[in-house]
């Protein structure tokens, strides 16, 4: 039988080798530094919007690890509102997609603000609103009552990856776990940020959610290294990626001793790579304010530029008249009459193909505009 981490006499005293993760966290500071600097000549605006799309990231990978699906759309719009970002049109949001953006928001928007039993006990109230994961009824902004293990395979070959602490203990860890975390830092704060997902997805307190709040404290964690709310890149997006590398240390470092160098060294590395990847989000913001300002001073309705931000975001796809119609709430005449106002402007540019469906491109982008129906 396994012996969890939390069994050993040592718990939770974790141990570490500083030399060996030394390297790791030099490159770390080259990398953060150099990103810091770079955003910074980016001016206000410009970091706002890439914190807009990183934050995005965040809130819809976190999710899609636990295999939830969210609308980017919905949560873009959703933390835009709440930033105060013109996000070209505002996108209704599902409760579901409400609740995590919330507990994302709070966690690094509100990181200097201690981490309270209440504060967390909100979080998953917001994770879970109706009181139910998928059609199982759990226990909702408290402390778990029930064992806890975390399987897989079908029924009679299921295989046990993990066994969490019993529920008659969650108070107590969990009263030092927040002890520590809000105590002065003994540690690098990126170290601290890694020891404080691994810490609480051990003791797993909750029914459910226990992975995207195990990682929105991390991100709170890592706003502190950063010295900064916005977000410059998505270490939630680097985790899906690595899904299955990621789940695998977890269990491995869940056993055996009491030292968790492999779950550090590899929360370094993958914080590494999100660091590296912030090329595509900061390429796509350029890209996006580039197309701005060479179409600057057109007139242009609130329709059209809540399409051509779509365009220039998100969209995926063929785009009907209809469809316009139907994301910019108006009848399919109107559509047609903004469609064919942006191409006198010079806006979206029809491609050679024809037809009965003619397919367009926003000038100067690779971004398509297809099937727009040239009849009622």
Same mark, same amino acid.
């Given at each position: 039988m396994a012996v969890y981490i939390y069994q050993l006499t040592q718990w939770p005293h974790f141990e570490w080798d500083s030399e060996r993760l030394a390297t790791s966290l030099g490159k770390l500071r080259y990398q953060h530094g150099k990103l810091l600097g770079r955003m910074e000549s980016l001016g206000f605006s410009l970091r706002q919007e890439a914190s807009l799309e990183n934050l995005t990231l965040d809130v819809v990978k976190s999710s899609e690890i636990e295999g939830e699906r969210l609308s980017a759309a919905q949560v873009r719009s959703s933390i835009g509102l709440r930033l105060g970002i013109d996000v070209g049109g505002v996108v209704p949001a599902d409760r579901n997609v409400e609740g995590i953006v919330e507990v994302m928001m709070d966690a690094t928007q509100h990181y200097k603000q201690p981490l309270t039993r209440e504060r967390i006990f909100g979080w998953h109230a917001a994770l879970f609103p109706m009181g139910y994961s998928g059609k199982d009824k759990i226990t909702v902004g408290a402390w778990r009552t029930d064992k806890m293990q975390v399987v897989s395979g079908p029924e009679g070959r299921k295989i046990v990856h993990f066994e969490a602490l019993g529920p008659e203990v969650l108070e107590q860890e969990m009263e030092k776990f927040l002890e520590w975390l809000n105590g002065q830092p003994a540690t690098d704060p990126v170290i601290k940020a890694a020891i404080a997902h691994f810490w609480f997805v051990t003791i797993h307190p909750f029914d459910d959610g226990n992975g995207r709040i195990a990682r929105a404290i991390?991100?709170?964690?890592?706003? @502190? %290294?950063?010295? *900064?709310?916005?977000?410059?890149?998505?270490?939630s997006a680097? !985790?899906?990626?690595?899904?299955?590398?990621?789940?695998?240390?977890?269990?491995?470092?869940?056993?055996?001793?009491?030292?968790?160098?492999?779950?550090?060294?590899?929360?370094?590395?993958?914080?590494?790579r999100a660091l590296a990847n912030t090329s595509e989000t900061l390429a796509a913001v350029l890209a996006k304010k580039a197309w701005w300002d060479q179409h600057s001073g057109r007139e242009l309705n609130e329709r059209q530029l809540k399409m051509i931000n779509k365009m220039l975001d998100d969209f995926k796809?063929?785009?009907?008249?209809?469809? @316009? %119609?139907?994301? *910019?709430?108006?009848?399919?005449?109107?559509?047609?009459?903004? !469609?064919?106002?942006l191409v006198v402007k010079g806006v979206l540019v029809r491609e050679a193909s024809g037809g009965r469906s003619t397919s367009y491109v926003l000038e100067g982008t690779t971004a398509v505009l297809t099937g727009i129906s040239n009849s009622n």
């Open positions: 991390a991100d709170r964690q890592l706003v @502190w %290294a950063d010295e *900064t709310p916005q977000r410059f890149y998505s270490m680097q !985790i899906h990626k690595e899904k299955d590398a990621y789940y695998k240390i977890l269990e491995e470092t869940q056993k055996g001793t009491i030292d968790i160098t492999e779950w550090l060294e590899w929360f370094l590395g993958c914080l590494g796809g063929k785009m009907t008249s209809s469809k @316009w %119609a139907s994301l *910019t709430k108006t009848s399919h005449d109107t559509a047609l009459r903004d !469609i064919q106002d």
